[in-house]
């Protein structure tokens, strides 16, 4: 299969898996974690530098889901990926599992920081990408941030400090999908135009479509081939992406399926396991 072709079907089975997860978990996340699976697919199994059987390598490629409700869909990449068994991510939200509602950079191999309070990712992105610099290292940054999490004025410092130490080895993705939990992101706190702000926060800037594998790949080309200044993807998506029922639903954001509805949506997404 071609490249394109390869992302294509491990989103799908990214994208069956967070189904799966969360109607087992009864608990969690399915809106955003759709929304952003083609752009963790598309890091995961194309861009990032990692090696499975050496999560710790100080040469590794990083990455921080900022997001970090959406941690389903970072448990599935890994897991398909070879960090760990497949077997475990039926364990998500259970007592005694790794894989608990927010990634855990301490028990989980391949997460590289601990998230879930909207506004902290990126800070921590920022910090490691500034470490990169200071040990003169090659490694990049990647982040992946909720559209409704831009709410939060540390997002703005940390855009504005990685400017300033000309962060060119970080690239984030900004999943814009219009809705968080409580409706729409402009009628909650507006805070568009997304790509102008970072603009003026001295970033490199790029809108795509984060539902299209070839125009997030030649986003990230490009913002390899930037320097002097950190890159922000602007991704156009969709919530809840691939499943009709929830495509577009801000009730989606923190529901869950039941078996009726996790098997209808996994038909719907369609391809192999």
């Not at 989103?11 to 009864?26: C, E, G, V, Y």
């Not at 939060?152 to 400017?163: I, N």
Request: overall charge negative; glycine content about 10%.
């Amino acid at each position: 299969m071609s490249t394109i072709e390869n992302l294509k079907f491990m989103s799908q089975t990214i994208r069956k898996d967070i189904i799966s997860m969360l109607t087992a978990s009864a608990s969690g996340h399915p809106g955003g974690s759709l929304s952003s699976a083609d752009i963790i697919t598309t890091l995961y199994f194309h861009e990032m530098n990692i090696n499975p059987n050496n999560p710790k390598d100080s040469n590794r490629d990083r990455f921080v889901l900022s997001k970090g409700h959406a941690a389903p869909v970072l448990y599935s990449a890994l897991a398909r990926r070879g960090f760990y068994s497949v077997d475990e991510l039926v364990t998500l939200r259970k007592f005694g599992s790794n894989l608990q509602g927010h990634p855990n950079m301490h028990d989980v191999p391949g997460v590289d920081m601990s998230t879930g309070s909207l506004g902290q990712g990126i800070s921590a992105a920022v910090g490691m990408a500034l470490a990169g610099k200071i040990d003169n290292k090659s490694y990049r940054i990647y982040a992946v941030l909720g559209d409704g999490e831009l709410e939060e004025g540390q997002v703005w410092e940390a855009a504005m400090a990685a400017a300033h130490y000309r962060l060119d080895n970080l690239t984030i993705f900004i999943d814009f999908n219009g809705l968080q939990i409580d409706g729409d992101i402009k009628e909650v706190m507006n805070p568009c135009p997304i790509d102008k702000k970072f603009e003026a926060f001295g970033w490199n800037v790029e809108v795509i479509d984060g539902h299209d594998y070839e125009e997030i790949i030649n986003a990230l080309e490009k913002a390899r081939k930037t320097k002097g200044t950190p890159t922000c993807i602007v991704c156009n998506t969709i919530k809840g992406k691939g499943v009709s029922f929830m495509e577009n639903q801000s009730a989606w954001h923190g529901a869950v399926p039941n078996k009726e509805q996790c098997e209808k949506a996994i038909k719907e997404i369609g391809g192999r396991l």
